[in-house]
Nanobody
Framework: QVQLVESGGGSVQAGGSLRLSCVASGVTYSPRCMGWFRQAPGKEREGVAALYTGDGWTYYGDSVKGPFTISQDRAKNTLYLQMDSLKPEDTATYYC???????????????????WGQGTQVTVSS
């Protein structure tokens, strides 16, 4: 059973940076697609960034293009999200997700991802 564990969240001031990590365990082979989502109170979960683990293609949600960078270390089964120039509107719970079959990076539809982490809180103060 695939398990995803996120870390790296915290509280920062606007303009600061954080790097989130997501370690996948229980995998016999890498998920085809992995991504980061976020959900703020009262809002729907939105796709932040995703990649195909095989060829490394990446895709970013419109709200985070530029300041955020998704990457992976396949040897460590770890997904990263480097977040720079953080803004108060980036405050949310950030979730790591993975899927073997349906998910695509261009759509980042949450229901297409079969595995989810527990989430890590990111709070950006002005």
């Amino acid at each position: 059973q695939v398990q995803l564990v996120e870390s790296g969240g915290g509280s920062v001031q606007a303009g600061g940076s954080l790097r989130l990590s997501c370690v996948a365990s229980g995998v016999t082979y890498s998920p085809r697609c992995m991504g980061w989502f976020r959900q703020a109170p009262g809002k729907e979960r939105e796709g932040v960034a995703a990649l195909y683990t095989g060829d490394g293609w990446t895709y970013y949600g419109d709200s985070v293009k530029g300041p955020f960078t998704i990457s992976q270390d396949r040897a460590k089964n770890t997904l990263y999200l480097q977040m720079d120039s953080l803004k108060p509107e980036d405050t949310a719970t950030y979730y790591c997700a993975a899927d073997y079959f349906e998910a695509t990076i261009a759509t980042m539809t949450p229901s297409d991802f079969g595995y989810w982490g527990q989430g890590t809180q990111v709070t950006v103060s002005s």
